[in-house]
Structure formats: structure tokens, C-alpha cells
């Protein structure tokens, strides 16, 4: 049965643990769950030589990469060095003309350099830049969720999400994503399953909805 299950491999949002997947559970006789955390960049390390080094943790075949908001970049560029079985992109972009106008905005003033310093110190601010301002409880899941406070990562992954230069689609990403996103406002391009009223964070609060459909998705069959 071993050579039967399908490796899914998961990497989480910005600066988050693999904790917003707590909630996420597969049928374990198809499936095995892999959690990938974020490593620490090097000095003026190229997204793609980050997303090399990504797939250096990965131990398996034809696995399935799914990544959300930051990590749906991340699994994007990984599925660039890897054969994959499933790509699958969660509350994120696929181009980079799917930003809001206010990250465009961002990008042309370079007003990104001056951002991550006051955000290393202040949880709730750099909660609201990776979750959105819908959570509730707000603290207390933020010190939950967010483990990486290193400010050179978060310099430099601040800069990656804004200066992300895809121009097209990957043909083979599956885009899921909620109406309701206010970090990355619903403005799919190409092919994208909306999930009614989802939020930024929809894999925490939403998680039902991807326990019952992620396997059909993996497996090509009709969701519910």
C-alpha cells in the first residue's frame, strides 16, 4: 500500500508556522501530510535560489505542493525545479497583475523598504500584513501562528511578495481563493475556484471546506 499514498507537501503564509495547517486532516490511507517551514535567506538570495533550497526539503517523488498567501508564491516557483503531481495555490496570486493596487503602489515607491523595521517588533501590525484585518481574537492567534520574526527574513520576504515579477499563470496551478480576501483582493486571471465568503485566512477558519475538497482535487474528482 506505501507505493499507494500521495505525499502532500504544505508551506504556510508569511512569516507563519506550519500551525494554520492544524486543522487540515486527509484520509491517512491516501495520504501523508508534510509541513515545510520557513528557512532563513541569505543575503540578497534570489527567490528562485530560495525556492531551490525549499525543494531540497522535499523526500519524495511526483508529491503535491500546496502553499497559501506567500507560500502559494513560494510553491509556484519550487514547482519550477521539481515534478509535481498537484500544484495547488491557496489565498495568493498567480500573476503578479493580480496584486491590489495598493501592493502595485508599493512596488513603484519601493515604500517596501521602509515597512518590515516597524513590523518586527509589532506583532499586531505585521499580523494585519499577513492575515488581514478580519481575524478575530487577534493577538492571541497571531502569537499563535506567526513564528518568524527574523528580520532578515522578513525583509526579505516582504520584498519578494511585492516585487514578484510572474507575468502568466502556471498552466498547472490550481487557484483557490475566498471572495472575501482583503489582503489580496479577489481579482483571479485564468482558471480560479472561489470559495464563498472566504477570507484571507479561510484555511483556519474555513477548514472543512478544504478537508472535504483537497482530496478530490488531488484525485481529479468533481467537488461537492
Known amino acids: 500500500m506505501s507505493q499507494d499514498i500521495i505525499h502532500v507537501y504544505f508551506v504556510p503564509g508569511m512569516a507563519a508556522s506550519p500551525l494554520i495547517f492544524e486543522n487540515i486532516k486527509l484520509p491517512k490511507d491516501q495520504f501523508k501530510m508534510h509541513m515545510l517551514e520557513w528557512l532563513i535567506p541569505a543575503k540578497n538570495e534570489s527567490i528562485t535560489q530560495y525556492a531551490k533550497r525549499m525543494v531540497e526539503l522535499i523526500e519524495h517523488d511526483n508529491v503535491v505542493l500546496v502553499g497559501v498567501s506567500f507560500g502559494g508564491i513560494m510553491v509556484q516557483e519550487m514547482s519550477k525545479h521539481i515534478k509535481l503531481k498537484k500544484l495547488i495555490v491557496v489565498s495568493s496570486v498567480k500573476t503578479k497583475h493580480e496584486f491590489s ?3 502595485k503602489l508599493a512596488r513603484m515607491t519601493k515604500a517596501y523598504k521602509i515597512m518590515p523595521t516597524s513590523l518586527v517588533n509589532n506583532i499586531d501590525a505585521l499580523a494585519k500584513y499577513t492575515f488581514g484585518n478580519t481575524i478575530k481574537k487577534r493577538v492571541a492567534l497571531y502569537r499563535k501562528y506567526l513564528s518568524v520574526t527574523n528580520k532578515q527574513y522578513l525583509d526579505w520576504a516582504i520584498k ?6 510572474q507575468e502568466k499563470p502556471l498552466p ?3 487557484h483557490i481563493h475566498g471572495e ?4 489580496f483582493p479577489h481579482r483571479c486571471l485564468g482558471e480560479c475556484i472561489t470559495v464563498k465568503g472566504g477570507t484571507h485566512i479561510m484555511i483556519i477558519d474555513r477548514y472543512k471546506w478544504f478537508n472535504q475538497n483537497l482530496p478530490k482535487l488531488i484525485l481529479d474528482e468533481e467537488l461537492a
Open 101 to 103: 493596487k495598493r501592493m
Open 160 to 165: 519578494q511578495v511585492i516585487c514578484w515579477d
Open 172 to 174: 498547472e496551478a490550481i
Open 180 to 183: 472575501k480576501d482583503a489582503v
